[in-house]
């Protein structure tokens, strides 16, 4: 499963640095990208509310780039 | 109906708040005021009020606050929900507070790129959290590539509250390392990409978690829960965001797969949709689905006397295989509409009010609802 993952990581890197050379979306044609319904407004480094509950009932943590430790959860 | 009231009530303190505040800041701050009222199928419940401030104070320099407060209310013992508190006084509702407080710093260093430093501390009368927390950021490719690396260490204590209220407490640290990489694909896509590894050592069980063990003579007698003393754990994750213009939408798609040295595997995947429905409103509709496999020393009946020594054991639900599904609506009033009737309200051009409605269920019999509502200010 390990080696999976590991494929899948590779796989999506290459897929990001391919697009390194395809993609140039200039600073004018960035509009859309700061919509609100993008969701790209996350200025402030803390996990959300909603992911602090994950964490309470679930065995994973990762892939939201939060801040945390202790959760008032009832542990 | 009175159990309602408190919740209620904080769920309406960001409109009295914002009536109270807004004229408090100028310049490019942004600001953010949350309530949060969670309640389970095992009568927990926990009702969180945040603030947060994003201060710029020089040309390339901002102060960040985050100040957090938990109240959590946790039902008199059950054969269900009986490890998760006190054993003192256990046919009460034990209550207790929790106050967090993030403050950092974060510098513009070199074209595109900041350094950000930030201290966190979570206190509450049986843990306490510390923590401080370096991240770098670097635009590249004319800002069409976003790169942060983040270092951070966890001093945990892990307090257990004894038969005579004195506090015992346990060391527990955690060292993460996360790397993520944003990539605009197109001026309607953006991908991101992110990896975390984190090492935690020392005291990793429940204090108060017991696990029935049946020793050698076939008696159940009840232990302390025993979890080993290392586990690394990594995650690895990819999220698209599409925007849709021709319809006014956007549809965010993520998976993340996680593993762990105590054989806990982990598939997440979630879809979220937003549109609006009308101008300045914005309905988000959500759907996450989580499943797991068993932490390698998981069993459903422990037997054997090696249980009552020092084999690992638990009675953690997180450490169970199990699947969640978790649903979720959402509705965001932008109030760039009344800083369009009005020049006087100008301010309010990146602000926003929202409320949200999750409901999460396992197949472990557990349910929860959970409301949020929260105001975000950009002045």
Redesign the interface.
């Known amino acids: ?2 080696k999976a ?1 590991v494929g ?2 590779l796989l ?2 290459s ?2 640095l391919s ?2 050379n395809c ?5 004018s ?2 509009e ?2 700061a ?6 407004q996350n ?4 996990q959300t ?2 992911q602090k ?2 964490l309470s ?9 939060g ?1 945390g ?7 | 109906m009175p159990t309602l009231r408190k919740p209620i009530t904080l769920l309406l303190l960001p409109v009295l708040f914002a009536s109270s505040t807004i004229t408090a800041f100028a310049g490019e701050d ?1 600001m ?1 005021f ?1 309530t ?1 009222f ?1 309640s389970d199928s095992g009568e ?1 419940s ?1 009702i ?1 009020t ?1 603030f ?1 401030l ?1 201060k710029q104070l020089l040309e390339q320099t901002m102060l ?1 606050l ?1 100040i957090e407060l ?1 109240n ?1 209310t ?1 039902p008199p013992v059950t054969a269900v929900t009986g490890a ?2 006190p054993q003192r006084r256990k046919g009460e509702p034990f209550e ?3 106050g ?1 407080v ?1 403050i950092g710093i974060e510098q513009g260093i070199w074209t595109d790129a900041t350094l ?1 430093a ?1 201290v ?1 501390s ?3 009368v049986d ?5 401080a ?1 370096g ?1 770098f950021s670097q635009d590249l ?5 976003t790169l ?1 690396l ?1 270092g ?1 260490y ?1 001093h ?1 204590r892990v307090g257990e509250i004894l038969d005579n209220g004195d506090v015992v407490n346990k060391r527990k640290d ?1 060292y993460t390392g ?1 790397g ?2 944003s ?6 896509t ?2 991101d ?4 590894y ?1 090492l935690v050592t020392g005291f990793q069980s ?1 204090p ?1 978690r017991q696990v029935n063990v049946r020793d050698a003579s076939g008696v159940t007698v009840q232990t302390d829960e025993l979890h080993p003393s290392k586990r690394t ?6 999220k698209i ?1 599409q ?1 849709i ?1 021709s319809i ?3 549809i ?1 798609g ?1 998976y ?5 040295s105590w054989d ?3 598939h ?1 995947g979630e879809l ?1 949709f ?3 429905i009308i101008r300045d409103l ?1 309905l988000g509709i959500d759907y996450r689905y ?1 499943t ?1 496999s068993a ?1 390698y020393f998981y069993k459903d009946q422990y037997v054997g006397q090696q249980y009552l020594g020092s084999a690992s054991r638990t009675a ?4 169970k295989p199990f699947s ?1 599904n ?1 649903f ?1 609506l959402s509705l ?1 009033y ?1 109030l760039q509409g009344l800083a369009r009737a009005s020049k006087d309200l100008d301010f309010l051009q990146n602000s ?1 009010i929202e409320v ?1 409605y ?1 409901r ?1 269920f ?1 197949d472990l019999e ?1 349910s ?1 609802d ?1 409301i ?1 509502t929260s105001l975000k200010f950009s002045l």
Do not use: W
């Open positions: 499963m390990t993952f899948l990581l999506a890197c897929v990001t697009s390194l993609a140039n979306v200039k600073a044609e960035r859309k990208l919509d609100p319904i993008m969701e790209r200025q402030f480094a803390k509310l909603s509950f994950f009932r679930e065995g994973s943590i990762g892939g939201a780039m801040i430790g202790g959760c008032g959860c009832a542990k | 942004q953010g949350t949060y969670f927990n926990v969180t945040s947060n994003a960040l985050d938990d959590v946790v998760t508190r207790k507070n929790r967090q993030i950000a930030n966190y979570s206190q509450e843990y306490v959290s510390n923590s927390i991240t490719f004319g800002r069409n590539t942060t983040r951070q966890n945990d955690l996360t993520g990489l990539q605009l694909l197109s001026p309607t953006v991908l990409l992110s990896y975390d984190v429940d108060y754990r990594q995650a690895g994750a990819a965001s925007m213009p006014e939408a956007s965010i993520s993340r797969y996680y593993f762990d806990v595997h982990s997440t979220r937003n549109k609006y914005i989580y797991q932490a953690d639900y997180k450490l969640s978790n979720g965001t932008l926003s949200m999750f999460y396992n557990f929860a959970i949020q």
